[in-house]
């Protein structure tokens, strides 16, 4: 049995502020070992489930947070970026039978601890196929689309919430609860890490890979905070305005989908000016 664990950092244990994930600042250096201790948990008890197999793929920023040396030394590691499925990567190879989101939070304009999409600010919302859609809600059609299920979510509450629309069979832990968007109530890492291990061993029966769906395609909606951004998404094929501050595309599968979508989100925010938006 092989896990994937998709590791993002605003879910983190303690983590509620920016410089909290924000990388080169004090406090991100503080949260590396809160985070890394999330994430090793989750690797402990996946293999205390039956586990062969657990391979971590960064997910924040940069991609380069997780302190690799304190990690259980069965697991190995994606660091760094530029990778085809981003998020997910390493889904696509056949052999994962069951994914972890470590980490998550929820959408763009919606209650949640550092809730955002991709971009902080510039994308106020996002909709696949209609319904409201957070990363965890895009990355999971993504890996849905291999075969291959959600077992555990880790962030907030509010994700645990959101993780139950799109994946209602998935083990969740709420390492903090959620007070406004910047503030929660935070449980130590001692603690989170127990309870996550704990799911994590439970998750393992869930990993359990099936024939992949029939493909369909997914249309993608965005809107953004200020209204220029619908020009410079546009210039991405495929993409057009559908809104006064929105756009749209459609994509025959998720896997050009969730490239489309990182194309958009990387061509607006270039186009985010400093001051005005
Ligand atoms: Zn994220």
């Not at 302190?67 to 390493?90: C, F, N, P, W, Y």
């Not at 756009?247 to 985010?272: D, L, Q």
């Amino acid at each position: 049995m092989k896990i994937l664990i998709s590791a993002d950092m605003e879910g983190a244990t303690g983590v509620t502020w920016p410089g909290d994930v924000l990388p080169g600042t004090p406090q991100w250096e503080r949260f590396r070992r809160p985070f890394t201790s999330d994430v090793n948990a989750a690797v402990l008890g996946f293999f205390d489930g039956g586990a062969d197999e657990v391979l971590i793929n960064e997910a924040h920023w940069s991609m380069r947070n997780l302190l690799l040396e304190e990690l259980d030394q069965r697991a190995q590691m994606i660091t760094g970026k530029h990778k085809t499925l981003s998020m997910v990567e390493g889904v696509q190879h056949g052999d994962v039978d069951g994914v972890a989101f470590i980490g998550y939070h929820t959408g763009a304009g919606t209650e949640g601890v550092l809730a955002h999409t991709y971009l902080p600010n510039s994308v106020t919302g996002v909709w696949a196929n209609g319904a409201r859609a957070s990363e965890g809600l895009l990355n999971s059609l993504v890996v849905a689309e291999y075969g291959v299920p959600v077992v555990l979510v880790t962030g907030d509450d509010k994700t645990c919430q959101d993780a139950n629309s799109y994946a209602p069979e998935a083990r969740c832990v709420a390492v903090k609860d959620y007070v406004s968007r910047y503030a929660a109530v935070c449980r130590t890492p001692a603690r989170t890490a127990a309870d996550i291990r704990e799911a994590a061993r439970e998750a393992a029966v869930l990993a359990v890979r099936h024939e992949p769906p029939h493909r369909r395609p997914f249309t993608i909606e965005l809107e953004f905070d200020a209204e220029h951004l619908v020009g410079a998404a546009s210039v991405v094929p495929g993409v057009e305005r559908s809104g006064e501050r929105r756009v749209a595309f459609t994509s025959p599968t998720m896997y050009e989908g969730i490239r489309c979508f990182k194309a958009v989100t990387t061509v607006v925010s270039a186009a985010v000016e400093e001051q005005y938006g």
